[in-house]
């Protein structure tokens, strides 16, 4: 696509009221077919969200050497995980894909993403996107994490491509907050509201800094106390956050909503801002 190509393409997207962005505690593969309280929550969040020309979904699970952009024109459904029942391995999320848009972003980020043809959507984003947007019939793509890249890039890089929310673009990203698989309490894997002490003063810190937009500790979270550190092992799952909040302009406000701790370890608070 040229120089040429994308400026056509860029021009011939109309300007619509700026899109919400979305930030989904995903947890289990499982919550693709169960129904529980969380998956109520998002079903009944769809019926109040504009429809989108596309969506950008950034996952935990697409961790990547290097920023990617997925290209494909119809990607496929990654079953990206294992040991769970054979009905979950018979989901599939037939979204089409947006090349041009997947251009386009490359573009904007000015070299610094690439595009996959490979990667489809993985179980971070269809299993969130199939309460969303049922019917499959909005443009997918995803935007991988560069593990290579700080906290603040990251944060950076969502910025630049903020202009895209008032060209009907919805972003979601898909992770957890609180997310420490080891140390999950598995007695109390599915009671809503379970969670150590230090996942319930983890959630609370981070639920204030959103809300009152305060990105910056959340930037520099490992430098937040035990709490935060035990919270945010690894940032994979964490890193969606920070794209949403990237995303974020200055007159949105930040509503939280599943926002339970379950399995002791494991939040699933999920963020709207619009």
């Given at each position: ?13 109309p ?94 980020l ?5 595009l ?141 909503f ?15 801002l619009s």
């Amino acid at each position: 696509m040229t120089l040429h190509e994308l400026k056509n393409f860029t021009d011939a997207l109309p300007n619509t009221a700026a899109m919400p962005v979305l930030f989904l505690g995903h947890g289990s593969p499982m919550n693709a077919i169960d129904d529980n309280v969380f998956v109520r929550s998002i079903q009944a969040l769809s019926n109040s969200l504009p429809v989108p020309r596309a969506i950008v979904c950034i996952s935990a699970h697409w961790y990547t050497q290097g920023t990617q952009v997925t290209a494909a024109s119809s990607p496929t459904t990654n079953h990206d995980f294992y040991g769970f029942p054979e009905e979950l391995f018979k989901v599939q999320y037939p979204a089409p894909g947006e090349p041009h848009l997947a251009n386009h972003i490359v573009h904007m980020l000015s070299g610094e993403a690439h595009l996959d043809e490979q990667w489809g959507l993985d179980h971070g984003a269809w299993s969130m996107l199939t309460h969303l947007y049922p019917l499959a019939n909005v443009p997918v793509i995803q935007l991988s994490i560069d593990y290579t890249k700080a906290t603040e890039q990251h944060f950076e890089l969502a910025r630049q491509l903020s202009s895209l929310r008032k060209k009907g673009v919805l972003f979601v990203g898909s992770g957890n907050i609180v997310h420490n698989l080891r140390k999950l309490d598995w007695n109390n894997i599915n009671t809503v509201g379970a969670g150590w002490e230090w996942a319930q003063e983890a959630q609370a810190l981070t639920n204030k800094w959103i809300v009152e937009g305060n990105v910056n500790p959340l930037l520099e979270y490992q430098q937040q106390g035990e709490a935060i550190r035990s919270a945010v092992p690894t940032p994979e799952h964490f890193l969606p956050l920070i794209y949403t909040l990237g995303l974020r302009s200055t007159t949105d406000h930040a509503h939280l909503f599943n926002d339970a701790l379950v399995g002791g370890s494991l939040s699933m608070t999920s963020v709207l801002l619009s």
